[in-house]
């Protein structure tokens, strides 16, 4: 028991340590990106050939390898089965980052879309990659990485580590055509945080100020910085570079209590108060334990034996003494409190509900 106790208080105390914000300043590449610049995602449908008699029998498999085989002059009856256990028909899917030229290779991802039991061994065949507006934007093709595992013995048993049915190829797919962006065009810039705030935002548009000077810079809202900029493109390179090093100071996050109910992680940030509040919580228990008898007719009458139910009912109550919370209870403080009653995690989500459903708990209480 004792060595459970300070289990949870050590695991308390980290989501504290976690939680609390120190002020540190943050590089505004890290804090914001800039508008128009941005990766795209691509799509594509191909064949996977060479498996080792683990691709699928699905229709469309077949009727996409006789179209590629038509493209080669060869043709296959209709009533003609290729017999494809070596193929797989399979999705592609590949991130273009923003800026990409043609003739550089990116990373692609190769899933199974049939019932193929395995990719591993598999080449992929020429396939053109698709942008959402339906172009062609890369061209993929190469032997993949299936980092899955499977084994199945004679008497049905089997083992299986990972995903057979995925894999990928490194550099797998050519760009054969660049994603047009306005990133030279006009007289500004802006920038776009990755968490909206208003204080981050004001700070920012200060800090660019300082150095480019009065009006170069402003908070349209709690997300876009616009920012004046150089029309050529060589000078806007220098000029981004030296501003997405400058350093800001972010505002502080509101108040909030996040509740995995999943996993039982819970997490309290730094501003989270608690009203003045008494708490208790304990477990009932009730035990119902059914045993079976026979009864006897009496002596030597015409009854029959018959079996008849003995239940035992019992109920047991946890006896938790009661907290009180005070006005100025602070994180550090809610932290102690539970310690001390050593809550597991799913009562301490209750307490959690229970404490915003009274309107003592003066945070967002977020449960995903």
Do not use: W
């Given at each position: 028991?004792?060595?459970?106790?300070?289990?949870?208080?050590?695991?308390?105390?980290?989501?504290?340590?976690?939680?609390?914000?120190?002020?540190?300043?943050?590089?505004?590449?890290?804090?914001?990106?800039?508008?128009?610049?941005?990766?795209?995602?691509?799509?594509?449908?191909?064949?996977?050939?060479?498996?080792?008699?683990?691709?699928?029998?699905?229709?469309?498999?077949?009727?996409?390898?006789?179209?590629?085989?038509?493209?080669?002059?060869?043709?296959?009856?209709?009533?003609?089965?290729?017999?494809?256990?070596?193929?797989?028909?399979?999705?592609?899917?590949?991130?273009?980052?923003?800026?990409?030229?043609?003739?550089?290779?990116?990373?692609?991802?190769?899933?199974?879309?049939?019932?193929?039991?395995?990719?591993?061994?598999?080449?992929?065949?020429?396939?053109?990659?698709?942008?959402?507006?339906?172009?062609?934007?890369?061209?993929?093709?190469?032997?993949?990485?299936?980092?899955?595992?499977?084994?199945?013995?004679?008497?049905?048993?089997?083992?299986?580590?990972?995903?057979?049915?995925?894999?990928?190829?490194?550099?797998?797919?050519?760009?054969?055509?660049?994603?047009?962006?306005?990133?030279?065009?006009?007289?500004?810039?802006?920038?776009?945080?990755?968490?909206?705030?208003?204080?981050?935002?004001?700070?920012?548009?200060?800090?660019?100020?300082?150095?480019l000077g009065p009006d170069s810079a402003y908070a349209v809202d709690a997300t876009s910085i616009r920012v004046t900029a150089p029309r050529d493109a060589n000078q806007r390179v220098s000029f981004l570079s030296v501003l997405e090093n400058l350093e800001v100071t972010?505002?502080?996050?509101?108040?909030?209590?996040?509740?995995?109910?999943?996993?039982?992680?819970?997490?309290?940030?730094?501003?989270?108060?608690?009203?003045?509040?008494?708490?208790?919580?304990?477990?009932?228990?009730?035990?119902?334990?059914?045993?079976?008898?026979?009864?006897?007719?009496?002596?030597?009458?015409?009854?029959?034996?018959?079996?008849?139910?003995?239940?035992?009912?019992?109920?047991?109550?946890?006896?938790?003494?009661?907290?009180?919370?005070?006005?100025?209870?602070?994180?550090?403080?809610?932290?102690?409190?539970?310690?001390?009653?050593?809550?597991?995690?799913?009562?301490?989500?209750?307490?959690?509900?229970?404490?915003?459903?009274?309107?003592?708990?003066?945070?967002?209480?977020?449960?995903?």
């Open positions: 028991m004792k060595t459970l106790a300070i289990t949870r208080t050590l695991s308390i105390t980290l989501l504290l340590c976690l939680s609390a914000s120190f002020g540190f300043a943050d590089r505004i590449k890290d804090l914001a990106s800039v508008q128009g610049v941005r990766s795209n995602q691509l799509v594509g449908y191909g064949l996977v050939v060479g498996l080792d008699g683990t691709g699928d029998k699905s229709d469309f498999t077949d009727q996409t390898f006789r179209n590629m085989m038509e493209q080669f002059g060869i043709t296959i009856a209709d009533d003609e089965d290729p017999k494809l256990a070596n193929v797989a028909a399979v999705s592609v899917h590949a991130t273009l980052p923003a800026f990409s030229k043609p003739g550089q290779e990116i990373d692609i991802t190769v899933s199974s879309l049939g019932n193929a039991d395995s990719l591993r061994g598999g080449s992929l065949l020429l396939t053109p990659l698709r942008g959402a507006d339906g172009n062609v934007y890369a061209v993929a093709q190469g032997s993949m990485i299936v980092s899955g595992f499977g084994a199945e013995g004679a008497d049905g048993s089997s083992i299986q580590v990972n995903i057979e049915s995925t894999g990928r190829i490194p550099n797998g797919a050519t760009v054969e055509r660049a994603v047009p962006t306005s990133f030279s065009q006009g007289d500004h810039l802006t920038f776009n945080l990755h968490r909206p705030d208003f204080t981050t935002a004001k700070r920012m548009a200060e800090t660019i100020t300082d150095l972010p505002g502080e996050e509101s108040a909030k209590v996040i509740i995995n109910s999943r996993t039982g992680t819970i997490v309290v940030g730094k501003h989270v108060a608690i009203e003045p509040v008494a708490i208790t919580h304990g477990d009932l228990t009730v035990t119902i334990q059914n045993d079976l008898t026979a009864a006897q007719p009496e002596g030597f009458s015409a009854g029959e034996t018959v079996v008849v139910p003995d239940t035992d009912i019992a109920i047991a109550q946890e006896n938790s003494p009661m907290f009180l919370f005070g006005p100025t209870v602070t994180l550090n403080d809610l932290v102690n409190a539970v310690n001390e009653v050593g809550a597991a995690p799913g009562d301490l989500m209750a307490i959690l509900e229970a404490l915003k459903s009274a309107g003592a708990l003066k945070a967002e209480l977020i449960i995903i």
